[in-house]
Nanobody, 116 residues
């Protein structure tokens, strides 16, 4: 099992930047991919960004060019740098991992609020 601890988030004005980080512990050797989902009030959860152990990266179309995902394998940590934030980026952001075999884990979530 993988445990995730998120940090970062907060309140920022539109056009501003925030960064999120997520540290994994436990069975980290089984992790295939790490990333971030988000869920806004009244909306479905959606993938924001994901990076695999092979450094293959996927972004949601709405964040391409504004968000950057990266990882530090030595620290088992994934980062999400969010620039040019928009009010529609307001959501709870959840760190997640996928292990070989397909099981997924999620963090507790961290709130991001972008004011207009």
């Amino acid at each position: 099992q993988v445990q995730l601890v998120e940090s970062g988030g907060g309140v920022v004005q539109a056009g501003g930047s925030l960064s999120l980080s997520c540290a994994a512990s436990g069975r980290v050797f089984q992790i295939y991919a790490m990333g971030w989902d988000r869920q806004a009030p009244g909306k479905q959860r959606e993938l924001v960004a994901r990076i695999t152990r092979d450094d293959m990266i996927t972004y949601h179309d709405s964040v391409k060019g504004r968000f950057t995902i990266s990882r530090d394998s030595a620290k088992n940590t994934v980062y999400l740098q969010m620039n040019s934030l928009k009010p529609e980026d307001t959501a709870t952001y959840y760190c997640n991992t996928i292990v070989y075999g397909g099981d997924a884990s999620w963090g507790q979530g961290t709130h991001v609020t972008v004011s207009s």
